[in-house]
């Protein structure tokens, strides 16, 4: 139903490219450790989220069924109702997986300065 990346991992050396501000560790901001502690938190938290998120999408009896949605379809409108509830859920799965991207190119940014 979704395309879902292959697991994102930490890659030893490698330099993160963002269109957005990361840390920087100088002499008179939050240590380098402390900074790189509050990102593997957040992120191993995002990650445990997405897991979680996923398992109740797997666990649910019904998920998103053409029958709870056709009757909002007045004379077979298209896109469909079903099918715009089935893009906005991808939408939101696609935004999570982003959101845990985010926190790993934190990681990443931080363990290689």
């Known amino acids: 139903m979704f395309d879902l990346p292959l697991t994102m991992c930490y890659i030893p050396h490698m330099t993160v490219n963002v269109n957005?501000?990361?840390p920087t560790v100088h002499w008179n901001g939050t240590p380098q450790e402390t900074l790189l502690e509050d990102a593997e938190k957040l992120s191993n938290a995002v990650d445990q989220?997405?897991?979680?998120v996923l398992?109740?999408?797997e666990d649910c009896k019904v998920g998103i069924h053409g029958r709870d949605y056709y009757v909002q379809d007045p004379a077979n409108e298209a896109p469909s109702a079903l099918k715009r509830a089935q893009e906005e859920r991808g939408k939101h799965?696609?935004?999570?997986?982003?959101?845990k991207q985010y926190n790993l190119e934190h990681v990443m940014h931080l363990r290689s300065q």
Do not use: E, S
């Open 49 to 52: 989220a997405y897991d979680i």
């Open 93 to 99: 799965i696609q935004n999570l997986i982003a959101f």
């Open 20 to 22: 957005y501000p990361l």
């Open 55 to 57: 398992q109740a999408m």
